[in-house]
Nanobody
Framework: QLQASGGGLVQAGGSLILNCAAS????????VAWFRQAPGKEREGISC???????MYDDSVKGRFTISGDNAKNTVYLHMNSLKPDDTAVYYC????????????????WGRGTQVTVSS
């Protein structure tokens, strides 16, 4: 089971940290990714953390967002800086065995989303 949290309302230029807590399995063995879905748009992959520590970012967030993991807490974080109104979306975390991918179909396990709203 995955639980995403940490969303909220923030002004443009601000920061948020999203948490993805895993239970029932060890995030050490899985790739964990963050996706987001804005109203009227398709779900898009924005970042992934592989079990070997490698990371992947979509160009839209590269340089602003950082993904990291805490194996002891079985939690993956998404540090979001320099937020823009275009970052407004429901954010989801997902996990699966295998390498990193920003393709939603690569993931079998999904958490409930957390809303991020960036005001201008």
């Amino acid at each position: 089971q995955l639980q995403a949290s940490g969303g909220g309302l923030v002004q443009a230029g601000g920061s948020l940290i999203l948490n993805c807590a895993a239970s029932g399995f060890s995030s050490d063995d899985y790739a964990v990714a963050w996706f987001r879905q804005a109203p009227g748009k398709e779900r898009e992959g924005i970042s992934c953390l592989a079990s070997d520590g490698r990371t992947m970012y979509d160009d839209s967030v590269k340089g602003r967002f950082t993904i990291s993991g805490d194996n002891a807490k079985n939690t993956v974080y998404l540090h979001m800086n320099s937020l823009k109104p275009d970052d407004t979306a429901v954010y989801y975390c997902a996990a699966d065995l295998g390498g990193c991918s920003l393709w939603a179909r690569a993931y079998s396990y999904w958490g409930r989303g957390t809303q991020v709203t960036v005001s201008s």
